[in-house]
């Protein structure tokens, strides 16, 4: 259910390549990024102490292993277990951990550090300029007020109410009118001066 919520906003826009545009993270990677900073805790700083007991005979051991250098942070995996099991926080994260394209990341003793360069691998890197809007300096804080405003997503009260966001009227409090992208763009008198530049063009 989850996933399918997540890709409700994003099929609106044209074309499958919405992840990319919005610069969002996809469900799986932002669970893998929110699983492995446990894990990378608990490898190094043995912390909490409890779970290090579990981690503690699944650490490298072998002196052939140790002297590989992508492979000496690899942890031993659960050889059996259910399907069920094998889902569970230990096993799923530590085939993670183990992921080829990790072994750079997860040398990295520093939390923090550990944290950005994991980050920097599974974000999608921001798409080029769209739409034929801002071809020159482009601006992705621009690009995605734009693109909320499109799907009906933005901050808006109207936009917000529908989403049923708690103690969110639909009306603008200015003009007691419903507050939607019409109504900010084109009506709202709280903005009738920025609109000026705008209306002289
Ligand atoms: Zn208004």
């Excluded at 490898?43 to 779970?51: A, G, H, I, T, V």
């Excluded at 798409?127 to 690009?143: A, E, K, V």
């Excluded at 499109?150 to 917000?160: G, Q």
Aim: aromatic share 10%.
């Amino acid at each position: 259910m989850l996933p399918a919520l997540s890709l409700e906003p994003g099929v609106v826009l044209p074309g499958n390549n919405f992840f990319d545009e919005l610069g969002w993270d996809s469900l799986n990677n932002r669970r893998i990024m929110r699983k492995l900073s446990p894990l990378h805790e608990i490898y190094y700083y043995k912390f909490p102490s409890y779970l290090d007991d579990i981690l503690a005979p699944l650490r490298p051991t072998s002196r052939r292993q140790l002297a590989l250098p992508d492979d000496k942070t690899k942890l031993k995996i659960f050889p059996i277990g259910t399907e069920y099991f094998q889902k569970t926080f230990f096993p799923s994260t530590i085939k993670d951990w183990n992921r080829q394209d990790f072994s750079n990341i997860r040398s990295i003793e520093c939390k923090a550090t550990f944290k950005e360069a994991l980050a920097k691998k599974l974000r999608p890197v921001k798409s080029s300029p769209c739409y034929g809007l801002m071809d020159h300096n482009y601006d992705h804080t621009r690009m995605r007020h734009i693109t909320m405003l499109r799907l009906n997503l933005s901050p808006l009260h109207a936009h917000k109410a529908n989403h049923n966001f708690v103690g969110i009227t639909a009306d603008c409090s200015v003009c007691s009118v419903p507050k939607d992208t019409n109504h900010f763009l084109l009506t709202c008198t709280s903005f009738r001066l920025s609109r000026l530049p705008c209306s002289g063009k």
